[in-house]
């Protein structure tokens, strides 16, 4: 897969893009935001991995995903960010991120992030996601628990996708409101109803109220 690393520290970015490279990817780097737009102009990589304070910015990461996402990027995005910066974890995931690893962080855990990551990528591009008993047919947006087909309204749809496709993350019910009914709602209390109702139709367990709000309660 094409990797785009986005970290200035040279000591931290070696062997991030030793240890990629071993493991078969083409590793593009770029030590500041600059050559990261530049780098992203030209191809579109499969999987970003960016750390979060860059020359540039002490948000330079953050700027970079948001820009990214604007311009339609629609891969995962893991960020690497400092261990003080708690509130930049969840600052991260709101501006498009995936998941993120806390410096210093192990190489094994950066590559189990960066396999389960791209795991969804190779799974989007084959159109199905699979979670366990759970089956999305991206394709014809259609639904499967343990093998039968299950009817779901388009926002129901739409809502258990987001969430397949973002399994680590925790999306707040106004996130999911903003992002699924968009300007045609201004209650969050549609996105509860809409829970129950995938519950209902499909499992219990499909998804997970956490603090903060929901996400995929299925394992791989
Ligand atoms: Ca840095």
């Known amino acids: 897969m094409r990797l785009l690393l986005v970290e200035d520290e040279p000591n931290i970015a070696r062997p991030v893009i030793r240890a990629l490279e071993a493991q078969g990817h083409q590793v593009r780097h770029a030590p500041d935001l600059q050559t990261a737009r530049e780098l992203l102009a030209e191809a579109e990589p499969d999987l970003m991995i960016l750390d979060v304070r860059l020359p540039e910015s002490e948000d330079g990461g953050f700027i970079l995903a948001r820009e990214a996402r604007q311009a339609g990027y629609k891969g995962p995005i893991l960020f690497m960010t400092a261990r003080d910066a708690l509130a930049d974890r969840v600052m991260g995931l709101d501006e498009g991120g995936d998941d993120y690893v806390v410096k210093p962080f192990d190489l094994p855990e950066l590559l189990a992030r960066v396999r389960a990551l791209l795991r969804r990528v190779s799974e989007?591009?084959?159109?199905?996601?699979?979670?366990?008993?759970?089956?999305?047919?991206?394709?014809?947006?259609?639904?499967?628990?343990a093998g039968r087909p299950v009817e779901?309204?388009?926002?129901?749809?739409?809502?258990?996708?987001?969430?397949?496709?973002?399994?680590?993350?925790?999306?707040?019910?106004?996130?999911?409101?903003?992002?699924?009914?968009?300007?045609?709602?201004?209650?969050?209390?549609?996105?509860?109803?809409?829970?129950?109702?995938?519950?209902?139709?499909?499992?219990?367990?499909?998804?997970?109220?956490?603090p903060g709000g929901y996400r995929l309660g299925l394992e791989p």
């Open 124 to 145: 989007v591009k084959q159109s199905r996601v699979q979670y366990g008993p759970l089956e999305l047919d991206l394709t014809n947006r259609s639904v499967r628990w």
């Open 152 to 210: 779901l309204s388009g926002r129901e749809y739409a809502l258990l996708e987001r969430l397949a496709l973002f399994p680590g993350r925790i999306y707040s019910p106004e996130e999911l409101l903003d992002l699924i009914w968009g300007e045609e709602a201004s209650d969050p209390g549609v996105v509860k109803v809409c829970v129950h109702h995938l519950r209902s139709k499909l499992d219990s367990r499909v998804v997970r109220t956490v």
